[in-house]
């Protein structure tokens, strides 16, 4: 009726125990080193050099092929999580000429009553391994987000232009 187990019978729990603390600290380490060199890159943006900006020959040449196209050209108050108000801008730059853009800069300016409040130049298009250049006859997005907005102005009007190229080399 009953049968006697011997010992050599019985699954090995001991050496389970065993293993699966180690497994456990190995994945956390695997996960642990993911997420370091994965998502901690440290930004060390150098200056950029040789961007065109309006009085160069270069730039008057070549600005009329690039531009922020106008369907796409969006402008939009909105709030952060921690419910300040914030302006995001977005849009997509159409580089209509014959060189490669790896650098576009953007000038940001808000209005009250057509009367500039705040302004700054921010670069969406940079030399990044995740970001691309803008190649002949190509297009790219971009989005930028203002958080810190002065306190004068009255959420009138916000505007943006193209400030600034380099070609690539």
Same mark, same amino acid.
């Given at each position: ?9 019985? /699954?090995?729990?001991?050496? +389970? ?15 642990? =080193? ?24 270069? $730039? ?16 939009? +108050? ?22 490669? &853009? ?5 000038? =940001?300016? +808000?209005?009250?009553?057509?009367? /500039? ?6 670069? /969406? ?11 002949? &006859? ?28 380099? $070609?690539?080399?």
């Amino acid at each position: 009726m009953f049968e006697q187990i011997r010992e050599t019978d019985k /699954p090995n729990r001991g050496l +389970l125990w065993k293993v699966i603390p180690v497994a456990v600290v190995v994945f956390g380490i695997i996960i642990g =080193l993911f997420i370091y060199f994965g998502f901690n890159k440290e930004t060390h943006s150098a200056p950029l050099t040789g961007v065109l900006r309006k009085g160069d020959p270069n $730039f008057e040449w070549y600005k009329k092929y690039i531009s922020i196209d106008h369907q796409s050209q969006k402008i939009q +108050l909105g709030t952060n999580y921690a419910g300040d108000r914030i302006v995001m801008f977005s849009g997509v730059i159409n580089n209509g000429g014959e060189k490669t &853009l790896d650098v576009v800069e953007v000038k =940001l300016v +808000l209005f009250n009553y057509e009367k /500039p409040v705040w302004e700054t130049v921010r670069t /969406p298009i940079r030399p990044d391994p995740r970001i691309t250049s803008i190649p002949p &006859l190509g297009r790219r997005s971009f989005a930028l987000y203002v958080e810190t907005l002065p306190e004068a102005w009255n959420a009138g009007q916000a505007e943006m232009w193209i400030e600034g190229f380099r $070609f690539a080399q």
